[in-house]
T-cell receptor
Framework: EAQVTQNPRYLITVTGKKLTVTCSQN?????MSWYRQDPGLGLRQIYY???????DKGDVPEGYKVSRKEKRNFPLILESPSPNQTSLYFC????????????FGQGTRLTVV | SQELEQSPQSLIVQEGKNLTINCTSS?????LYWYKQKYGEGLIFLMM?????EEKSHEKITAKLDEKKQQSSLHITASQPSHAGIYLC??????????FGTGTSLTVIP
């Protein structure tokens, strides 16, 4: 089954404790991206990757890191999480190019206390 | 960047009623996507529209893109509780970044 898998689904952590949210897709998509969703602000792109070893900043990259060592994986790293990073995070993947459907993971609800 | 404005922000309808959600773009759309999100869950792809005047339907949901390609509407006929959720329009003008509208929250009362 074609899917984007994120882990964990839920995470509560403390300020400053490094964490990684994993994202994996099994569709051989070149393009992967991370979003955060906040009430009243909608979905905002954090980082995206056009292919292996190619990453770029989205609209809200501050406080986040990503890597793309393999085509299927695109982890989101928070080196020193802060309470303002409490949010619902989504990973997405699709074939490269415009007008291709994006597939989304089920989301990771992160709370930073 | 591409700005997408959705209206209304929220909608409460009685089961069986028709409804329309609008998505207006600040720039010409070269591809407009509609997604549905159940509360707190991932996004489910509904439809993609590319050509001016294009209309697509899936079950009781119809989406249209106007001739000028700056506005799209999503119409649900005879709404059911299963239609409840957040509807998001999205656009990807460059192939690099997907932009989303702020969403329309739909509640269907049985």
């Amino acid at each position: 089954e074609a899917q984007v898998t994120q882990n964990p689904r839920y995470l509560i952590t403390v300020t400053g404790k490094k964490l990684t949210v994993t994202c994996s897709q099994n569709m051989n998509h070149e393009y992967m991206s991370w979003y955060r969703q906040d009430p009243g602000l909608g979905l905002r792109q954090i980082y995206y990757s056009m292919n292996v070893e190619v990453t770029d900043k989205g609209d809200v990259p501050e406080g986040y890191k990503v890597s793309r060592k393999e085509k299927r994986n695109f982890p989101l790293i928070l080196e020193s999480p802060s309470p303002n990073q409490t949010s619902l995070y989504f990973c997405a993947s699709r074939y490269r190019g415009s007008n291709t459907e994006a597939f989304f993971g089920q989301g990771t609800r992160l709370t930073v206390v | 960047s591409q700005e997408l404005e959705q209206s209304p922000q929220s909608l409460i309808v009685q089961e069986g009623k028709n409804l329309t959600i609008n998505c207006t773009s600040s720039k010409t759309l070269y591809g407009l996507y509609w997604y549905k999100q159940k509360y707190g869950e991932g996004l489910i792809f509904l439809m993609m529209l590319q050509k001016g005047g294009e209309e697509k339907s899936h079950e009781k949901i119809t989406a249209k893109l106007d001739e000028k390609k700056q506005q799209s509407s999503l119409h649900i006929t005879a709404s059911q509780p299963s239609h409840a959720g957040i509807y998001l329009c999205g656009a990807d003008p460059t192939g690099n970044q997907f932009y989303f509208g702020t969403g329309t929250s739909l509640t269907v009362i049985p």
